[in-house]
């Protein structure tokens, strides 16, 4: 891949992330990554098609951590690897927010395929969710992803209002206190 299709997409990615989809404008963002708008387009076709390479590339980022999390815990710590992957990944990357859910906001309306994306890749955190708990023994189709997953997102929400720290421990002390009461009401 060209360094500047590279560069294009890393400061693209920023601006989108800090910024907003539609409150970056092209002209904006060639400044900022040091080229032309000859060059975006010679390298993108369209303003969406960069955006859904972002999403795509940050999404493949995010899900290659939770996977070696998932890969590397014990039977039985699957869920508390992922979780604790989902909190380090929103301690490094995730200060403002959850990408996916800004790009489902500001494309909801207009553009299917942007928002299709985004809502896709909440989708492949369900579902390795699911299969973390169920990997751990747990029923994940008793609700108990649904909660723990509304956990997850919620600190994507939370931490500009109350702070990293306190939200990734609250996060995974709700998480614990969910595992722990789906294990005490399970079936002996």
């Known amino acids: 891949m060209s360094t500047k299709r590279e ?3 890393d400061t693209a990615e920023r601006l989108f992330y800090a910024e907003g989809f539609h409150a970056t404008g092209i002209d904006r963002l ?4 040091g080229t032309t708008r000859m060059t975006l387009y010679s390298h993108f076709p369209s303003k969406e098609a960069l955006i859904a390479e972002v ?11 939770l996977d070696e999390a998932i890969t590397a815990s014990a039977p039985g710590a699957t869920t508390t690897a992922l979780v604790a992957a989902h909190n380090q990944w ?7 927010g959850c990408i996916m859910v800004k790009a489902i906001g500001e494309y909801a309306a ?8 985004a809502l896709q890749a909440k989708r492949a955190l369900r579902e390795r969710l699911h299969a973390a708990l169920t990997r751990d023994g747990l029923d994940a189709d008793s609700g108990l992803a649904e909660r723990v997953y509304l956990v997850l997102e919620g600190t994507n929400s939370a931490i500009p209002v109350i702070g990293l720290e306190p939200v990734l421990e609250s996060a995974a002390a709700a ?11 399970a079936p002996a």
């Open 7 to 9: 560069q294009l997409l």
């Open 30 to 33: 060639v400044r900022a990554a």
């Open 55 to 65: 999403l795509q590339r940050r999404n493949q980022r995010f899900l290659e951590r």
């Open 90 to 96: 929103v301690a490094e990357q995730g200060r403002l």
């Open 110 to 117: 207009h553009s299917t395929p942007i928002h299709a994306a």
């Open 175 to 185: 998480v614990d206190a969910l595992l722990n009461r789906h294990n005490r009401s």
